[in-house]
């Protein structure tokens, strides 16, 4: 196991309402990356985040938004959630360094009715 | 732009043999690093092996090597002896973007998914 914790597991919402997703990073680890995974993909980079501020963004819209708090942990954010959210996302963490490998939690699945 | 290509779709393989998953890349930067990550039914992504562009030598972990051809853009996983709980999806990823000041990102292939059979 990674010690990347993510909450919750399943979470089944309608459009058009807001959600949170919550990540523990890795004991030590400063960088939160958040990715997205439709089904039958591979995971697509949303944002990521180091030492409490977000360090780069992929192609998405402004409503997903996130947070990084000083233990590490990170938000998820999404607003007016669209049927094409639904999605696993992803959360990894990082300490920065030659690999950087990122490693990730076990994901939300997110379905939006 | 960054790429990622895996081609194969799916793959099977028999028990106790090798296999070997292809992924090739498009990069311009001359620094990169390549992973390559495993993700049974249950969604987790596991990492399994890592390349830097750098490194001299194929990086290996345990029964996971890595075939790295540089000139090719090629990066193949290959998993010898073969078990059950090798079946899953394999996605091979690129980081983009420096590796100091934290920020980077991974690119993800569309990943081949492993059918080990008894």
């Known amino acids: 196991e990674t010690g990347v914790t993510q909450s919750p597991t399943h979470l089944i919402k309608t459009r058009g309402q807001q959600v949170t997703l919550r990540c523990s990073s890795q004991s030590g680890h400063n960088t939160v990356s958040w990715y997205q995974q439709a089904l039958g993909q591979g995971p697509q980079f949303i944002f990521q985040?180091?030492?409490?501020?977000?360090?780069g963004r992929g192609n998405f819209p402004p409503r997903f938004s996130g947070l990084q708090f000083p233990n590490y942990s990170s938000e998820l954010n999404v607003n007016a959630l669209e049927l094409d959210d639904s999605a696993l996302y992803l959360c990894?963490?990082?300490?920065?360094?030659?690999?950087?490998?990122?490693?990730f939690g076990p994901g939300t699945r997110l379905t939006v009715l | 732009a960054q790429k990622i290509t895996q081609t194969q779709p799916g793959m099977f393989v028999q028990e106790k043999e090798a296999v070997t998953l292809d992924c090739t890349y498009d990069t311009s930067d001359p620094s990169y690093g390549l992973f390559w990550y495993k993700q049974p039914s249950s969604g987790e992504m596991i990492f399994l092996i890592y390349?830097?562009?750098?490194?001299?030598q194929n990086a290996t972990e345990g029964r996971y090597s890595l075939n790295f051809q540089k000139a090719r853009k090629s990066a193949n996983l290959v998993i010898s002896a073969s078990q059950l709980g090798d079946s899953a999806m394999y996605f091979c990823a690129m980081r983009e973007g420096r590796v100091s000041g934290g920020y980077n990102k991974l690119i993800f292939g569309a990943g081949t998914r492993l059918a080990v059979h008894p």
């Open positions: 990894a963490s990082s300490l920065g360094g030659v690999t950087d490998t990122q490693y």
């Open positions: 985040y180091y030492r409490e501020e977000e360090n």
């Open positions: 390349q830097g562009s750098y490194d001299q």
